[in-house]
């Protein structure tokens, strides 16, 4: 395109990119001096739709507290990473890979 776009077009696009997206959920893990990330969920655009006006507080209420990363998709390709960093308690340390071994501390 060799002009910019206008909102109707702008509109457009989004919905037909929005109408594929799905995301992954990732916990942050404190390992040594670092702060590792491991998938503990993944949502589809109907789930995404059920909590895309309060994510923290879904979040919270889901997994408890945590350093989260929720990725964003379109397909297979990366659109964007939103963090959230909700207080409390973590509930999501049963899903994360056996390699990060017995005792994990959350970020």
């Known amino acids: 395109m060799k002009r910019n776009p ?37 949502f589809t655009k109907e789930e995404l739709d059920g909590f895309r006006d309060r994510p923290e507080e879904y979040l919270f209420e889901r997994f408890g507290g945590g350093n989260y990363k929720l990725n964003f998709y379109e397909g297979p390709s990366f659109i964007v990473c939103v963090n959230f960093k909700p207080k409390g308690e973590p ?3 049963s899903l994360l890979p056996e390699k990060v071994g017995s005792n994990p501390k959350p970020a």
């Open 6 to 42: 206008n909102q109707e077009e702008l509109d457009q696009r989004f919905e037909e990119i929005y109408s594929q997206v799905n995301c992954i959920l990732l916990a942050g893990v404190l390992e040594g001096v670092g702060i590792y990330f491991y998938e503990i969920g993944k």
């Open 91 to 93: 509930k999501w340390i």
